[in-house]
């Protein structure tokens, strides 16, 4: 099942395309690596997807309901802002609520639900500013899944991330295939492995999609990832 076609997707900026002619289908349900070079397009497909850049031309289609969740980087997050990672996953939910408005029953049990997910239940209290950059990203992954979208865009979640903690974030965006679509933009290989469908960009252009096995560097010149 498809969750999102893009049909010759152009867009750019101030009149300059950036993707010319994207092809791809998202698969629903499943976890979408992008990979490509430094300036292939992957933010910037990954803004077309959000609906924050619209397409010059092409077509995408099946966006999702409500609109899809996407995830802050943690070096958006300023170490000094004085919330918990309650807080923090409960601003998931002001897409339904409004900001700063008391939350429901079914707010709260979408918060904690969404903490679970991503193992951070025990750290519910802690201030974001005491948390390893790896569980910060945690904490923002579950205000992404908060929101309920069906879609949840992620750019470069594990950047500036050691090893331990990236296999961590990995295997939190496996584990949440199935039960929401995932598209993450990512310049490591590892990360890219462990994702259902990859999608490989090259200058605007979509130049190998399908599983990490069929699209790997070694599997037949695709631009490599680190
Ligand atoms: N807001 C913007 N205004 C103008 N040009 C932009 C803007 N955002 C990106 N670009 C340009 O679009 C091109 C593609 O950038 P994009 O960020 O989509 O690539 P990327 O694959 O995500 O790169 P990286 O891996 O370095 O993050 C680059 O040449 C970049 O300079």
Request: hydrophobic share 40%; no cysteine; charged share 25%.
């Amino acid at each position: 099942m498809i969750h999102t076609e893009l049909r010759g997707v152009y867009a750019g900026y101030g009149g300059e395309d950036v993707l010319r002619g994207i092809d791809a289908r998202l698969p629903r349900g499943g976890v979408t690596a992008l990979v490509g070079s430094n300036g292939a397009g992957k933010s910037t497909l990954l803004a077309v997807l959000a609906g924050t850049l619209r397409p010059r031309a092409g077509e995408v289609s099946g966006p999702s309901r409500p609109r899809p969740a996407f995830v802050l980087q943690r070096s958006a997050v300023p170490d000094t802002l004085p919330l918990t990672v309650r807080d923090t996953v409960s601003m998931g939910r002001w897409a339904h609520r409004g900001p700063w408005r008391p939350l429901a029953r079914h707010d709260r049990t979408v918060v904690e639900r969404s903490m679970e997910r991503v193992g951070i239940t025990g750290l519910a209290g802690r201030q974001l500013g005491e948390l390893s950059g790896g569980q910060r990203q945690r904490v923002l992954i579950a205000q992404g899944l908060a929101q309920e979208a069906d879609l949840l865009l992620l750019d470069e979640p594990s950047a500036g991330l050691d090893r331990e903690a990236r296999e961590q974030i990995a295997r939190v965006l496996a584990s949440l295939g199935g039960q929401v679509t995932v598209v993450h933009a990512t310049h490591f290989s590892d990360e890219a492995a462990e994702a259902d469908h990859r999608l490989v960009l090259d200058q605007g252009r979509v130049v190998g999609s399908g599983s990490p096995e069929a699209t790997a560097p070694s599997a037949g010149g695709v631009p490599s990832v680190r």
